[in-house]
């Protein structure tokens, strides 16, 4: 029988549906493919799911013609074929479809983001000389909501299918109930990723990450000699230990670094290092000087040049078996060069391809700020605004957070090419 593959995500959205296969692509699809994909969660019956779309979409399907679409959408990824028959009650579902479309109708926008990144604590045990956390901002490092006030949040993030979620901070290994809330993540089933400064280790560090191999993780460095040292205020050393320990324990890991000038001598290094320890990628993070530091920072044109001859030495060196990217929103990086054959003209290529940042990623900081960036305070670029709204966080009303996200998601479109995620040093994977 059919089934929707592990994983794969299938929203309902004001063109039809989005379609998100982590690490393999996100796809538009039309109205008809998203019932028929989303019919699989409640039944794999065919003339039940015939059934349904004839009630929906007003169109004449026979049991044998979903059979062979379902077999058809095995080649896509989205469909496998395994599992016992299961059977819904199709009126419920078709009630269930109505609403569905009646919600996302007249949107003009996501009916999700597509990245949410939550700071739950914001203590850190470095000091970053580059780190965009500003003392002004976010730095209340005496706000850790508990675990219980994120958990509707965290419902909220599974039941809006928003396929990316990052956990940040501060440090996040820091934040007092982090085991318990991979324990919940991985409950309800949601991809997560994790970045870390790789600081806090120990060997229940290690056995607790061991114990959630659904969280994909990705490591801080700034370099392989002592700038990383100074420019963090942190040791090396145990930066390294706990790579080093983690790969032992068999868990899999990427490192990223911010692409400063004053390291950027270790670009190739840091590539080496993570190909021959067995890491799956390598990023380099664009450098958003919000606290207007005394570091040197590099043009648009030079994190373009950087990024192009990273992006060889690594394909040249390693082929496929490590993964490379440079972070940051088509703002920051205006990367990669817009061409006009880039140019996208279906509804979500167009929503894709504006400011991702700010069209389609959320931030939900530690006291409950919702940002549609980390930039957006400070530097007030077009759709992106903050807003403060504590009481998202503390779950009440319930709707809180839909709303805040669609108004935040409303976009002008601009004709301009994709970029890759922009998620603040990684996503899940
Ligand atoms: C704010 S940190 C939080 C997680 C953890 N403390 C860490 O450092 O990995 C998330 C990521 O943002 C990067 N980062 C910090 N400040 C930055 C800045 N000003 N511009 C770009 N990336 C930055 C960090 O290197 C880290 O990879
Ligand atoms: S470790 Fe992360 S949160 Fe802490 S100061 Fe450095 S960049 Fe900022």
């Not at 996100?26 to 794999?44: G, I, P, Q, V």
């Not at 979409?57 to 979903?66: G, I, K, M, N």
């Not at 059979?67 to 078709?94: H, I, W």
């Not at 940051?328 to 979500?348: D, L, N, R, S």
């Amino acid at each position: 029988m059919h089934s929707l593959a592990p994983g794969a995500i299938v929203r309902r959205e004001y063109w039809g549906g989005l379609g998100v296969l982590i690490n393999q692509g996100e796809f538009e699809l039309d109205d008809k493919t998203t019932s028929l994909l989303r019919a699989l969660k409640h039944t794999n019956n065919p003339a039940q799911i015939a059934q349904i779309l004839q009630a929906i979409h007003d169109v004449r399907v026979t049991p044998a013609d979903v059979d062979r679409l379902l077999d058809e959408a095995t080649r896509s990824g989205f469909v496998v074929k395994d599992g016992a028959p299961r059977q819904c009650n199709v009126a419920e579902v078709t009630r269930q479809f109505v609403d569905e479309i009646a919600d996302v109708r007249d949107l003009t926008f996501l009916s999700a983001p597509l990245n949410v990144s939550i700071y739950p604590g914001m203590k850190c045990n470095l000091s970053c000389q580059f780190c965009f956390v500003s003392q002004e901002k976010w730095d209340d490092d005496n706000i850790a909501y508990p675990l219980e006030q994120w958990i509707p949040v965290l419902d909220q993030i599974k039941a809006m299918e928003i396929p990316y979620l990052t956990i940040l901070g501060g440090e996040p290994l820091l934040y007092p109930e982090i085991w318990p809330m991979l324990d919940y993540l991985d409950q309800i089933g949601q991809k997560t990723h994790i970045t870390t400064n790789g600081t806090v280790v120990s060997d229940r560090v290690i056995s607790e990450l061991k114990r959630h191999p659904n969280i994909t993780l990705k490591v801080s460095i700034q370099s392989l000699d002592d700038r990383h040292s100074l420019l963090t205020k942190g040791n090396l050393h145990k930066t390294l230990r706990f790579i080093e320990s983690a790969r032992s324990a068999g868990i899999d890991l990427g490192i990223h670094t911010v692409g400063l000038p004053d390291t950027v001598d270790q670009v190739y290094p840091l590539a080496d290092y993570a190909a021959s320890h067995g890491l799956n990628e390598f990023s380099m993070g664009v450098f958003f000087n919000i606290n207007q530091v005394e570091l040197d920072e590099f043009s648009l044109e030079e994190y373009r040049a950087m990024q192009q001859r990273t992006k060889e030495y690594i394909t040249e060196k390693y082929g496929a078996s490590l993964g490379y990217r440079l972070e940051g929103c088509q703002i920051w990086t205006a990367e990669p060069t817009i061409k006009w054959e880039w140019v996208p003209t279906t509804p979500f290529g167009i929503l894709r391809s504006g400011c991702e940042a700010a069209q389609a990623r959320l931030e939900i900081m530690n006291d409950g700020t919702l940002l549609g960036c980390s930039c957006s305070i400070s530097i007030r670029l077009g759709a992106a605004t903050s807003s403060r709204n504590p009481s998202s966080i503390c779950g009440e009303p319930p709707n809180h957070f839909r709303n805040c996200v669609s108004s935040r998601l409303r976009i002008t479109p601009v004709p301009n090419a994709a970029t890759s995620s922009f998620v603040m040093a990684g996503a899940p994977h």
